[in-house]
């Protein structure tokens, strides 16, 4: 105002103590930072526009079971093309074009967190965690159960049945033919909800007798068991979402090219942005135990993908009966359910 009344501008500034820098500036309104890329570099060194990268992003989502956001996108196409991208750049790309996630809401941050929640898995297969799923089967207007069993350390399927219901029976099942199979360190702690099924002394017998430490979880604290709750939100996002299943066999047909995808391919954040396999591999695991379990509901010398058809008669459960795993007593107790 003083200026426009014909005072000197340096005056004036001096008696307001402000640097004439603040009053000569003019903004240029140019965008800030660096110029947005058009172009994407691979390893080979070869220049990719960004429109040709937009279409392999939309390719590799349009591939079953690849749900990817940005940041799993970005590691996915360094490893599969030796792209050299930020998860900057991809978040760009894919807001820009639509094909990112909705923004799922967050309840406030201010809430008392329990202790220890957490489980400490020292190495492969030492510590895991199951529990039980609903999956709605459309052409029969019903839901079926599915029991999954995953290993904290490098989140391997190790086993899972889907079937009309789900008793302790079929809980100690699962669990012999995954000691049968695979090789499993002397001390092992398991973590369930408290369930029935998990609860139910028999299935509490059984695990004692084969030297495991049951934990249960607190009473609604589903993080307790995070990692088969993450296994099982992906699940419901990935499958239960995206598909109609006409009958059991189906949705069998379907959980079986997932678990195979999942433990082969799926890149995991949990285990450095690689399969769980490789994540095993890279840990010392035998390649030759690396297998993608089938369904343990179906009772054949198949129960198994194997990488190896060798020691495939060792999948049956009643080889499994019968090789000590299961004691006579416990034997006993269940032989009048199969």
């Not at 998860?87 to 309840?107: A, D, E, F, T």
């Not at 459309?138 to 399927?157: C, P, S, W």
Request: hydrophobic share 35%; net charge positive.
């Amino acid at each position: 105002m003083y200026i426009n009344q014909g005072h000197k501008a340096t005056t004036v500034l001096s008696i307001l103590s402000l640097p004439r820098s603040v009053y000569y500036y003019q903004s240029s309104n140019a965008p800030k930072g660096r110029r947005i890329t058009t172009h994407t570099l691979k390893t080979s060194g070869e220049s990719i526009c960004d429109s040709d990268v937009v279409a392999i992003i939309k390719a590799e989502l349009g591939i079953e079971f690849i749900d990817y956001g940005y940041l799993k996108m970005t590691h996915h196409l360094r490893q599969k093309y030796g792209y050299i991208i930020n998860p900057k750049k991809m978040y760009r790309l894919m807001k820009k074009h639509r094909l990112l996630y909705k923004p799922v809401s967050r309840l406030p941050k201010n809430k008392l967190w329990v202790n220890n929640c957490v489980p400490i898995a020292d190495k492969p297969f030492s510590f895991w965690e199951f529990d039980i799923k609903y999956m709605y089967i459309a052409g029969e207007d019903r839901n079926a159960l599915m029991l999954t069993v995953i290993d904290v350390k490098t989140r391997i399927v190790l086993g899972w049945i889907l079937q009309d219901r789900i008793q302790k029976y079929d809980v100690i099942k699962l669990l012999a033919q995954i000691f049968t199979r695979w090789k499993l360190p002397e001390t092992i702690t398991v973590r369930t909800d408290n369930g029935s099924q998990f609860e139910a002394q028999l299935v509490r017998d059984y695990l004692k007798e084969m030297n495991v430490i049951h934990e249960f979880c607190h009473l609604a604290t589903p993080e307790q068991n995070g990692h088969i709750e993450s296994y099982h939100s992906i699940i419901e996002r990935t499958i239960c979402r995206s598909y109609e299943f006409k009958d059991l066999k189906e949705a069998k047909d379907t959980m079986h090219r997932f678990v195979s995808f999942y433990c082969s391919e799926r890149i995991h954040s949990g285990v450095g942005y690689t399969s769980p396999f490789k994540f095993a591999f890279a840990l010392g695991v035998d390649a030759k135990y690396l297998c993608v379990p089938k369904d343990s509901s179906i009772l054949s010398t198949n129960s198994y993908y194997n990488y190896s058809e060798e020691n495939t008669d060792l999948n049956t459960f009643e080889t499994t009966l019968n090789n000590g795993q299961i004691s006579t007593n416990i034997k006993s107790r269940i032989s009048v359910q199969f």
